[in-house]
């Protein structure tokens, strides 16, 4: 259903997707660009510096596929459908999360991917072949790490939705904090590197797997990033199921 209310109007999903294809090639000469005039940034080479770029990006992105209609929940509320979604036998958060199925971003994907395969040798070609299973492994585990973060945020932000019926203003602070992580954090001030660890996660969804994959992330820190977003995944979920406890119907 969501992939023909997309494709009713083909022209417009297709002026939506050269959209999102226009700011993904815009932000790599943006990386290009600046190498062309430094050396490296933060100790990290172009190759560097792009792997952390593409890991935002497909984490973010496939993020924005699946709960993409957690945008929609202020709608729901003040249009009363949140409403009929608590009293339907599926779990309200399934149904809030599944409202829209992003297709853009999932042809986005196939670039990100295609240019992340074309930079793995270069970074890692003078691994050992046990060496280079232990990095990637790491890579997508931390990945598969950062999309529940993406998902425990999106459901606080979606939980608060609830209980204020404000969500624009929250989402938009999450997206430009999100944006912090298409660079390392390490050319970030201390404070602010502390800030997106351990407050809103953002170096742990987005650096942490790039920072594994070049094997330039302790095991003291692996471990962290995964009791993080189980943390962050409990306090959502429970802050989601009192908001609910808390819901007044549009009509009451």
């Given amino acids: ?74 709608r729901d509320i003040r249009e009363g459908d949140m409403d009929f979604y608590l009293i339907q036998p599926v779990n309200p958060l399934f149904r809030v999360c599944s409202n829209l199925v992003d297709f853009l971003d999932f042809l986005v994907l196939f670039p990100i991917l295609g240019l992340i395969a074309w930079i793995f040798p270069r970074i890692l070609g003078h691994l050992s072949a046990a060496q280079l299973a232990v990095n990637v492994s ?35 602070m999450y997206r430009d904090l999100v944006s912090l992580g298409r660079f390392p954090v390490d050319i970030y001030a201390p404070f602010l590197r502390t800030l997106l660890t351990f407050v809103f996660p953002i170096a742990v969804m987005v650096s942490y797997p790039s920072k594994a994959l070049l094997g330039l992330l302790s095991p003291e820190k692996i471990i962290l990033a995964f009791v993080l977003s189980g943390l962050f995944l409990a306090a959502a979920l429970a802050l989601w199921k009192n908001s609910l406890r808390h819901y007044s119907s549009v009509s009451s």
């Fill in 1 to 74: 259903m969501a992939f023909l209310m997309q494709f009713t109007n083909r022209w417009s999903s297709l002026g939506w997707l050269s959209g999102k294809f226009v700011r993904l090639g815009f932000f790599v000469l943006f990386v290009f660009s600046i190498f062309r005039h430094v050396p490296s940034v933060a100790g990290y080479s172009l190759e560097g510096v792009a792997i952390f770029f593409l890991t935002f990006s497909l984490v973010d992105n496939v993020s924005q596929i699946f709960i993409r209609g957690i945008y929609m929940v202020g």
């Fill in 138 to 172: 790491l890579y997508i585990a931390l990945c598969l790490n950062g999309l529940v973060i993406a998902f425990a945020v999106h459901v606080l932000i979606a939980s608060l939705t609830v209980r204020t019926q404000q969500m624009e203003e929250t989402m938009w």
